[in-house]
């Protein structure tokens, strides 16, 4: 079954304290990214990765970092989370190979989830 | 990528049709239509795409005019389970950018 998994989904902890939330794909997909998701604000992305070790800024990556050493895997580190990063973040991924039944379309495939607070 | 604008909430029964607009005026020639709809504390979830005319699958259909300006989602038959945000998203894979970009969305809630 095609997933983009997340974990944890949940998490409380206090500023300054680093944390990584990890995201795995089964998909074979060269496309990962980030999103955080904000009441009004809807989802914003955070980075992304068109490809192993190829890793870029979104439209919010301040107090954000990424690694993609592994096609499968992109996890999101928070160095030193303050509570402006309380927040409902997604993982996604994408395939950038053609043909596709989407044709040009983007068919991303987001995780469950992970509700982060900080306090 | 061209900016869509939707209504913020609807309401609707079990066993309606729903039609939910999109507008999106400053469509590029590359560009697809897509929506995805959220469950609450769930991530977005694909559920149709569109160039021109008419599609439809099993879960929508989409429906986008000639000049590609618009495009109306449509539920046939909604129930209960249908009550999510759906997002209209336009923008193509030409180029390798894979980047979607969501507005707010339309809260759909349909009561008995």
């Known amino acids: 079954e095609a997933q983009v998994t997340q974990n944890p989904r949940y998490l409380i902890t206090v500023t300054g304290k680093k944390l990584t939330v990890t995201c795995s794909q089964n998909?074979?997909?060269?496309?990962m990214s980030w999103y955080r998701q904000d009441p009004g604000l809807g989802l914003r992305q955070i980075y992304y990765?068109?490809?192993?070790?190829?890793?870029d800024k979104g439209d919010v990556p301040e107090g954000y970092k990424v690694s993609r050493k592994e096609k499968r895997n992109f996890p999101l580190i928070l160095e030193s989370p303050s509570p402006n990063q309380t927040s409902l973040y997604f993982c996604a991924s994408s395939s950038l190979s053609y043909p596709l039944r989407t044709g040009g379309a983007i068919e991303a495939f987001f995780g469950q989830g992970t509700r982060l607070t900080v306090v | 990528l061209a900016k869509t604008t939707q209504p913020i909430s609807m309401d609707s029964y079990e066993g309606q049709e729903v039609n939910i607009t999109c507008s999106h005026n400053?469509?590029?020639?590359?560009?697809?239509i897509t929506w995805y709809q959220q469950f609450p504390s769930q991530g977005p979830r694909f559920i149709i795409q569109g160039y021109k005319t008419k599609v439809t699958n099993e879960v929508a259909s989409l429906f986008i005019p000639a000049d590609r300006k618009s495009s109306t989602l449509s539920l046939p038959r909604v129930s209960l389970s249908d009550t999510a945000v759906y997002y209209c998203?336009?923008?193509?894979?030409?180029?390798?950018?894979?980047?979607?970009?969501f507005g707010t969305g339309t809260q759909l809630k349909v009561e008995l």
């Open positions: 400053n469509i590029a020639t590359n560009d697809y």
């Open positions: 998909m074979n997909h060269e496309y």
């Open positions: 998203l336009v923008g193509s894979r030409a180029g390798g950018g894979n980047k979607l970009t």
């Open positions: 990765s068109m490809n192993v070790e190829v890793t």
